[in-house]
């Protein structure tokens, strides 16, 4: 925990990380989860399908957020980035699918991306534990 009351959260479950930034960090009764995209844990490419591509995603972003003793289902805001806005209902399914029918789904924003080599990125806000 540093001196501001931020604390990074990692998870060596998720993808490794490829860049300057945490997967996670926590503050303020919050976990900011980094962008996910549908790698597994040793960084290879999972899923030939949108579908199957942004259920690793969520299942990336779950697990760094149980690191922080938390869960995606407690997401308040979740940004959705996708390679092509005509996968939007692909993507919509595979969202609702994770996240269970009547369950209090987050804030979503989607919008089309530069993604090359894979189909979606997310990242999302999740109340902490």
């Known amino acids: 925990m540093t001196d ?4 990074r959260i990692a998870s060596s479950d998720a993808p490794p990380q490829s860049g300057g930034y945490s997967q996670a960090i926590e503050a303020n009764g919050l976990v900011f989860l980094s962008g996910q995209a549908p790698f597994d844990s040793e960084g290879k490419l999972v899923g030939g399908s ?13 697990v760094v957020a149980r690191s922080a003793g938390t869960s995606l289902t407690r997401a308040v805001r979740v940004g959705v980035y996708l390679r092509d806005l ?16 009547g369950a209090v789904l987050p ?12 189909a979606v990125e997310i990242d999302a806000i999740v109340l902490a534990s």
Do not use: P
């Open 4 to 7: 501001d009351g931020r604390r």
């Open 86 to 101: 005509e996968d939007f209902v692909e993507m919509d399914g595979a969202f609702r699918a994770f996240f269970g029918d």
């Open 50 to 62: 949108v579908a199957e591509q942004v259920a690793q995603t969520l299942y990336n972003l779950d």
């Open 107 to 118: 804030a979503r924003t989607t919008i089309q991306s530069d993604l090359i080599g894979f």
